[in-house]
């Protein structure tokens, strides 16, 4: 009886898979690019077979052909640190090097690989690696070749800011200056940590410590001109915005940088002609790259650019579909009308007067700005908003109401109302403008006076009437009912309602 189990047991293991059986049916699979089954069969391996430097070259060579170059370089470096001398490890080493911009460090592994096997199946490929790296290194500056480990080092930090994880990438990110205290890149996004985290003053006296010993450094600059925008301090902003116009980069990172940076404190021609020109020089950007190209674009009047930038985008990061600038903008809508004029905006939402800032919260709604201004982390203070503001808001926002109380119902019907003035006035000119800022005085009383706004009809056109009958003569209540679809007894009444609200002046 225990003879028949053993010889049962041996042949169970003798089919249970090892590494080397999920390497090769993972080979199989990319060789019929099957490329969701290979990752899967060689992720497998590895964790099977996690000292095997081959198995860890294929799977490295598989994530860093689905563009996954950080993680391929950790796979492939793991590889390297098992078999130091395998040639192929080595040549892939300089291509994850390659992709990802480290090319003195590429190059060192290309020229590594043909000192071991100079007359190799990848040596062609290593010198065209040798040859590329030559080239380009012509127009990098130190600061934008780090060596592989500091690179790595500042991309975990950059990774750990991405995911809010500020404290750790400082700590990371202030061990890296002190270990290279002429990195500036560190020391730039070190700066924007601590304002992330409110170390406001100590961001700004950091960049202002990299322009005394690196002068005119691009990045610090711009990220300057970035606190400035955020803190709203108009006086500073505009200054550095004067000086970065005048800076005239030729370096890849350096018109990126500046380009996204025009693009996020609104100075959107600027933006444009710096992003476009990367594009037209071949540049392959990343998601951000896309992102900034495509409302530099739209704010600029490049639509057509601006949605092929976008589309882009959505390949890069499908969660950005949907969030298109130009997606709630009706296509009546001009570039120069008042739902487009961002600075309008912006005066509307931050004025000191409630009624100003439900006219800012509404338009918004119809404003291709939309997205960048709700981002912003200074203009919008949800827990300063009276309920009436947040309501507007949260229109602008799409989001869908749920109807509990007459309260309720009585806001549903005001919002009605706003949009069937909104229909006859778009896109807003300056007299749009001025009936609305009556309509939103009249709104906001009514709301807190709790009025039921019981006939959205009857209620745009006693609005509509109150406001062209003080500006024009021959305006009559039955003209305007006429276009409302109501009675003249019925605007009338509605008119008499009105009037209650108006503010009430002492003589």
């Known amino acids: 009886m225990d003879k028949k189990y053993k010889n049962i047991d041996k042949k169970v293991i003798s089919f249970i898979p090892d590494g080397e059986f999920y390497y090769q049916k993972g080979v199989k699979a990319m060789q019929r690019e099957r490329f969701d089954d290979a990752h899967r069969y060689l992720q497998r391996a590895v964790e099977l077979s996690p000292n095997d430097p081959l198995i860890l070259m294929q799977y490295g060579i598989l994530v860093m052909e689905e563009g996954m170059f950080e993680e391929a370089y950790e796979i492939l470096a793991a590889a390297h640190g098992l078999d130091p001398e395998e040639e192929d490890i080595i040549f892939y080493l300089a291509e994850v090097h390659a992709h990802l911009g480290l090319l003195r460090d590429a190059k060192i592994y290309a020229e590594k690989y043909i000192a071991l096997a100079p007359d190799g199946p990848l040596a062609d490929d290593s010198m065209e690696i040798i040859d590329f790296a030559e080239q380009e290194e012509a127009f990098f500056t130190d600061e934008e070749m780090p060596d592989g480990e500091v690179y790595f080092l500042q991309e975990k930090a950059r990774r750990l800011m991405e995911a809010g994880s500020f404290e750790e990438a400082i700590e990371i990110l202030e061990s890296i200056i002190v270990d290279y205290p002429d990195f500036w890149a560190a020391y730039n996004n070190l700066a924007l940590a601590y304002f992330y985290i409110g170390k406001i003053e100590q961001a700004k006296e950091l960049l202002f410590?990299?322009?005394?010993?690196?002068?005119?450094?691009?990045?610090?600059l711009c990220n300057l001109a970035v606190f400035y925008y955020y803190e709203k301090d108009k006086e500073e902003l505009d200054s550095m915005l004067e000086l970065l116009m005048k800076i005239k980069p030729y370096q890849f990172i350096h018109r990126y940088k500046l380009g996204a940076t025009f693009a996020l404190v609104g100075k959107h021609k600027e933006a444009y002609g710096w992003l476009r020109s990367?594009?037209?020089?071949?540049?392959?950007?990343?998601?951000?790259?896309?992102?900034?190209?495509?409302?530099s674009a739209y704010f600029s009047g490049h639509e057509q650019v601006a949605k092929e930038s976008y589309e882009k985008l959505v390949e890069l990061d499908p969660s950005k579909a949907g969030f298109e600038p130009w997606k709630d903008v009706h296509s009546t809508t001009k570039p120069e009308s008042y739902e487009q004029d961002r600075d309008f905006?912006?005066?509307?939402?931050?004025?000191?007067?409630?009624?100003?800032?439900?006219?800012?919260?509404?338009?918004?709604?119809?404003?291709?700005?939309?997205?960048e201004i709700v981002s912003h982390p200074s203009y919008i203070n949800l827990e300063k908003l009276s309920v009436?503001?947040?309501?507007?808001?949260a229109h602008s926002l799409n989001y869908e109401f749920t109807i509990e109380n007459e309260f309720d119902?009585?806001?549903?019907?005001?919002?009605?109302?706003?949009?069937l003035l909104y229909e006859k006035y778009k896109p807003l000119e300056r007299q749009g403008t001025h009936l609305f800022q009556?309509?939103?005085?009249?709104?906001?009383?009514?709301?807190?006076?709790?009025?039921?706004?019981?006939?959205?009809?009857a209620l745009a056109a006693a609005a509509d009437y109150m406001f062209q009958s003080s500006r024009y003569k021959g305006v009559t209540k039955t003209a305007?009912?006429?276009?409302?679809?109501?009675?003249?007894?019925?605007?009338?009444?509605?008119?008499?309602?009105?009037?209650?609200?108006?503010?009430?002046?002492?003589a």
């Open 409 to 419: 119902h009585s806001f549903m019907r005001a919002l009605e109302t706003t949009e």
């Open 345 to 371: 905006l912006l005066s509307k939402i931050t004025n000191k007067y409630r009624s100003e800032r439900l006219l800012g919260f509404y338009l918004l709604g119809k404003s291709a700005h939309k997205q």
């Open 480 to 506: 305007i009912a006429r276009i409302y679809g109501i009675s003249v007894p019925t605007l009338t009444k509605y008119v008499s309602d009105l009037m209650e609200f108006l503010p009430q002046f002492n």
């Open 438 to 457: 009556m309509w939103f005085t009249l709104c906001e009383v009514g709301l807190s006076r709790s009025y039921h706004f019981r006939n959205p009809s």
């Open 209 to 220: 410590d990299v322009l005394d010993k690196n002068k005119g450094n691009l990045h610090a």
């Open 278 to 295: 990367l594009q037209k020089r071949g540049f392959e950007g990343d998601a951000g790259y896309y992102f900034w190209l495509a409302h």
């Open 388 to 393: 009436i503001e947040q309501l507007f808001l």
